[in-house]
């Protein structure tokens, strides 16, 4: 039988304030254990949560930007469970009435074929700590509680289940996450857990209208890991079917050492949650104007950057994709383009050199030392003829080393393109005369040997002469 895979993903963003969701504490990552905590994230009787206006507002500008419906009214709910890692012993979420609900996104499914995948809802809610599990020869075999990380903010944004293969899962969530780092409010670290991901996967018989019973995957921190772990959940779903079984309602771990998924225990349901509104917060009213203010600062999103690079500026939509990619890297290309005019040169530039040399130093393209002026110095005198291109990769590369202009080094090292004729002429005679038989096959009717001509004049250049002249010039003497 034929079977249909149905994805629905639920993704946690954590989210960039500097301080956590309910208390001033530093959110920072990486510090002394325990550092950085306070009555209220340690969850010590009495003490009051006070809601991250910030917070609010990352979670409304994701919403927008996933064009979602914000609610002017949200409620924060407590979930009850028991978990060293949660001393509370309840997690402040948001349960009936989350934050954002009804969005949506488009997904590009390659060959101008796009598809819309629903957002249910996108809600805040606290993180809880992490157990550290003895790694030292005096911490073995017992588990360590580090609440730094208890009681910062989270988005969790959970879509519908209208995803149909590991592609469509992971173009959805490449998409959402250059959307949430683009906005600024996730650092979108999978490694470190800044955004993570649960996949709940189910398969049904190709035709059947109902879903099949879904399970769900977690521990999955990595883009590779998204289509490993569905595609080895949909196989072990589909056999365990065709031999007679039944898919049950689970949580399943992802182990990225065996590229399998292993049962870690029945699903819960709700009702298993006990939730109820917290009666410490007051309900979460957004006013139509907050709204507003939030969405004027709203950036240029991916999308609309691509459809103008493409549009507007001329660019194949490869070009645009890749640009469009990163943010940084997409203002550094814009502000090449104000700078020198010719798109394209830009784009090739930029994706060519730029970004070989970012990759090949490990640098981050707002701290590249060629910037987008001294980048479009370069390719002003490409334009003009004063260099050709493949000097400009060498004055590039020397650029990027010393930070000087182009002017400055094309000036000192004597690079300027020779196009004086008078010159150029001379290295033709020279070439010619020292290849005699090469020119008699030439003018036998061997026509591809100009570029054997071509690279030997350039070659007693130094490549400076202008190739356009030395085509022309040799052309004419060959003929002679
Ligand atoms: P829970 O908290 O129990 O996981 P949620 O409603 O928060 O429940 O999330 C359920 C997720 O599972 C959603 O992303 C939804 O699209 C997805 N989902 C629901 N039913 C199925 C199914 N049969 N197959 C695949 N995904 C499903
Ligand atoms: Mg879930
Ligand atoms: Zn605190």
């Known amino acids: 039988m034929n079977y249909e895979t149905v994805i629905g993903l639920e993704v946690h963003a954590q989210l960039t304030t500097r301080t956590k969701i309910f208390c001033g504490c530093s959110t920072e990552f990486g510090r002394t254990p325990n550092s950085q905590t306070c009555p209220v994230c340690l969850g010590l009787p009495g003490a009051l949560p006070v809601l991250n206006r910030k917070a609010v507002e990352f979670a409304i500008r994701t919403g927008l ?183 049950i309602q689970e949580t399943r771990l992802f182990d990225s050492g065996t590229g399998m998924t292993r049962s870690m225990r029945g699903k819960e349901e709700a009702h298993d949650y006990r939730y109820f509104p917290d009666p410490d917060l007051v309900p979460l009213v957004i006013s139509p104007a907050w709204i507003e203010e939030v969405r004027a600062t709203l950036p240029e999103l991916p999308d609309a950057k691509r459809h103008r690079f493409v549009e507007e500026l001329g660019l194949p939509a490869y070009d645009a994709e890749v640009l469009a990619a990163d943010r940084n890297l997409a203002d550094y290309f814009d502000a090449c383009v104000t700078l ?17 040399k970012l990759k090949e130093t490990d640098t981050e393209v707002v701290a590249a030392p060629v910037t987008p002026e001294l980048l479009s110095g370069l390719l002003a005198r490409i334009a003009d003829n004063t260099i ?81 002249m030395v085509n022309q010039l040799l052309k004419k003497k060959l003929q002679g």
């Not at 598809?115 to 606290?126: L, N, Q, S, V, W």
């Not at 020198?340 to 070989?356: I, P, Q, T």
């Not at 054997?452 to 356009?468: I, L």
Request: with cysteine.
């Open 65 to 247: 930007a996933t064009n979602c419906r914000i609610a002017p009214r949200s409620i924060f709910a407590r979930k009850n469970y028991f978990y060293p890692d949660l001393p509370k012993g309840y997690q402040i979420s948001q349960y009936e009435l989350p934050v954002c609900e009804h969005g949506w996104l488009d997904i590009d499914l390659g060959d101008g074929q796009s598809k819309r995948i629903g957002i249910t809802r996108a809600h805040m809610e606290e993180d809880a700590g992490k157990l550290i599990h003895g790694e030292t020869p005096e911490t073995a075999g017992s588990s360590l509680v580090d609440l730094n990380r208890a009681c910062t903010p989270l988005l969790e944004i959970v879509s519908e289940p209208d995803m149909r293969s590991a592609d469509e899962a992971i173009a959805y969530l490449k998409k959402l996450h250059q959307i949430v780092v683009y906005l600024g409010v996730c650092d979108g670290n999978l490694e470190e857990g800044s955004f993570r991901c649960d996949a709940n996967v189910s398969v049904r018989p190709f035709g059947q209208k109902e879903f099949g019973t879904r399970a769900e995957l977690k521990n999955i921190n990595s883009f590779r890991f998204i289509r490993q772990a569905i595609e080895y959940e949909v196989e072990r779903q589909i056999d365990l079917i065709e031999s007679g079984g039944k898919v």
């Open 340 to 356: 020198a005019k010719d798109a394209k040169s830009c784009a090739n530039w930029v994706m060519g050199e730029v970004l070989r």
């Open 388 to 468: 050709s291109g493949k000097i400009a990769k060498t004055v590039f590369e020397q650029m990027w080393l010393s930070g000087e202009t182009a002017d400055q080094i094309i000036q000192a090292q004597g690079l300027k393109q020779v196009t004086d004729t008078g010159a150029i002429e001379g290295l033709v005679d020279q070439v010619i005369a020292a290849h005699p038989e090469q020119v008699a096959e030439y003018l036998s009717g061997k026509d591809k040997l100009i570029g054997f001509f071509v690279g030997k004049v350039m070659q007693a250049s130094q490549g400076k002469a202008n190739p356009g």
